[in-house]
């Protein structure tokens, strides 16, 4: 009997069934109790040699799906004790995930394959998969044992392993170094990663590797408020990555960048970042989707769009805790609270921002946690917890000024000047100070949509004082600026 009859009889007995015609002929069995007993039957050496069997034929017949095939091949191999085996097709199966953005399916894969590689496998193999818990775990947990897991592996690698794979290696570290708050100025562990990557890259010959480290620091420039430099310098970059790198890193940075262009009211550079961002994650997983929506309520805070902001960041936030998108549940909390803020509804901005800070202390997500402890002192001020609230904001700038965060500390002098026209006791001498400086940081910054904002308050404080000529020339000069970038929240001004 040939095996075509064999399943007909086995089909015909109601054992198996077909499941698909289309590509090749698939069958299952109809029951998983069935699947078992037949399973449990086979002595254990004869699925090791069956499991070998299936992983050698899928690798034969289909030499050119290794990567789509790679979890299921390495499944069949785990199965059948070749754990080094495993490993190497777990990691290709990671990367494809991550090519996906399936990120917590690519992290099952390199945790997986981490566990079965002796201490002596593959570098090369150890390094790739430990970039690729690097790339995907800090958006779920804290980054700091990614970073001691990268530290170690480029340790133990010594000059044995592929110099690319080092170099990407060193801009992980260096990118989660530097989104938790260190400097190359004042870290040393930052600066050699940032060196290193940029000196292997340049040995290489290869503009695409030194782009990568240059992107970050155009993202580290962006969030520490030269935004100026900093979107140019990642514009620049991603445009030497296109097509090289690989489309986690390149959507991420895109985001990234989208972020600065609507923080310099450049809108319609932001919408086709934006557009080009969702173009890569378009295949991917929920989290991939999530981080261009978390840019996209950027744009609307920046733009004044505060309803819209406050549905779709409302919306990410409860993705976020239902995914365990850690890094995603931080961003959209502080802009949930900041849009609410800005609407006045401050007992309804206090609940996302003390769960930014709670998730922001879990990521290490530095520049966020500041913006989130300026707005949570406003929140706690005038909800009648004035003491807390001066310690937040002292917080805040303590940390901006040691970080060299002007953008967070801008944000934190506009919030507390704001607040302090605010409260049952206001102290507008006090607030102009605030504001004044808060607009030269963001005149300085070039951080128009936020200039025209505190020039507006700046223009009710003075009215309050009673400085109404000074007062008519900042309001005029908030309404015209507004007018240019189509602000909406000042249309009904």
Request: aromatic content about 6%.
């Amino acid at each position: 009997m040939n095996t075509r009859a064999e399943l007909g009889t086995l089909e015909a007995s109601g054992l198996i069934q077909v499941a698909t015609f289309d590509p090749e002929l698939e069958y299952l069995f109809r029951h998983a109790l069935v699947q078992d007993a037949a399973y449990s039957s086979l002595l254990k050496k004869d699925r090791r040699a069956l499991h070998t069997l299936a992983a050698d034929t899928l690798l034969a017949l289909y030499p050119d799906r290794k990567r789509e095939l790679a979890a299921v091949i390495a499944m069949h191999l785990e199965q059948a004790g070749e754990g080094t085996r495993a490993a190497e097709h777990l990691v290709v199966a990671g990367e494809h995930a991550l090519e996906r953005f399936a990120n917590r399916e690519a992290m099952a894969f390199f945790d997986r394959a981490l566990a079965l590689l002796a201490a002596d496998a593959s570098i090369d193999l150890r390094l790739r998969a430990t970039i690729g818990q690097g790339k995907v775990g800090w958006t779920f947990t804290g980054s700091d044992q990614y970073i001691a897991r990268l530290e170690k592996v480029i340790e133990d690698a010594g000059d044995r392993a592929d110099r690319r794979l080092i170099a990407d290696a060193y801009f992980w570290i260096a990118f989660l170094r530097r989104w938790r708050g260190e400097q190359p100025g004042s870290s040393p562990a930052l600066k050699l990663a940032l060196d290193q990557a940029a000196q292997i890259g340049e040995a290489l010959g290869d503009p695409s590797a030194n782009s990568i480290p240059r992107a970050f620091m155009g993202i580290g420039l962006i969030f520490t408020g030269q935004l100026r430099q900093g979107t140019r310098e990642t514009d620049e970059a991603l445009s030497l990555m296109e097509g090289k790198a690989d489309p986690l890193s390149t959507s991420m940075l895109n985001d990234f960048l989208s972020i600065g262009y609507t923080r310099l009211g450049e809108f319609d550079k932001a919408e086709n970042t934006l557009a080009r961002s969702a173009r890569l994650s378009a295949e991917g997983d929920e989290i991939a989707r999530l981080d261009s929506n978390i840019a996209r309520i950027s744009l609307h805070l920046e733009r004044g769009e505060l309803e819209a902001g406050v549905a779709l960041a409302a919306r990410c936030a409860a993705e976020s805790e239902t995914l365990g998108a850690v890094a995603c549940g931080v961003a959209s909390n502080v802009m949930l609270g900041s849009c609410r803020l800005q609407l006045e509804d401050v007992a309804g901005a206090k609940s996302p921002l003390e769960r930014g800070l709670e998730l922001a202390a879990v990521t290490n997500m530095a520049p966020m946690r500041t913006l989130a402890q300026a707005m949570a002192g406003s929140v706690r001020a005038r909800l009648g917890e004035k003491p807390a609230g001066v310690a937040e904001w002292s917080e805040a700038l303590a940390t901006a000024q040691a970080m060299g965060d002007r953008y967070g500390e801008a944000v934190t002098l506009w919030n507390r000047g704001r607040t302090r026209t605010r409260q049952d006791e206001p102290d507008y001498v006090a607030a102009l100070a605030d504001l004044e400086a808060a607009g030269a940081f963001f005149e300085s910054m070039e951080a128009r949509p936020a200039l025209a904002r505190v020039f507006r308050d700046r223009a009710r404080t003075l009215r309050a004082l009673g400085r109404d000529g000074e007062a008519t020339l900042a309001e005029r000069s908030a309404r015209a600026l507004a007018k240019e970038l189509g602000l909406r929240d000042f249309s009904s001004d």
